[in-house]
């Protein structure tokens, strides 16, 4: 696990459940993504077919997102879905620790 010595998170679940530092990164994003996408909806009040037209999906699609079926969707696609939804993706690359 990676957890800290001290058996604290260090701050992404995926790490803390043993996933290489590149997919750990690749599946927040995702999973970032897709609970703002669930939030856009509920906020909206929208059913998962209102939804659907809405993102350009099928309603199937809409209901993998909102049961967080993560391996069904890349982050370019959730970015587009973001996009449909009238929301904005912004992208922030930084340095770790480690690189430094």
């Known amino acids: 696990m990676a957890l800290s010595k001290k058996g604290k998170s260090i701050g992404n679940v995926f790490r803390d459940i043993g996933f290489s530092p590149e997919e750990a990164a690749s ?7 897709m609970i703002k996408l669930s939030e856009m909806i509920k906020q909206r009040n929208l059913t998962q077919a209102g939804a659907a037209k809405l993102l350009g ?9 909102v049961r967080g079926k993560i391996d069904l969707f890349s982050i370019d ?10 929301g904005a993706v ?3 690359v930084r340095a ?5």
């Open 90 to 92: 912004q992208v922030t």
């Open 57 to 65: 999906v099928t309603q199937p699609r809409v209901s993998d997102l």
């Open 77 to 86: 696609t959730l970015i587009d879905m973001v996009s449909r939804a009238g």
């Open 27 to 33: 599946l927040k994003i995702r999973a970032d993504l």
């Open 96 to 100: 770790t620790k480690k690189a430094a």
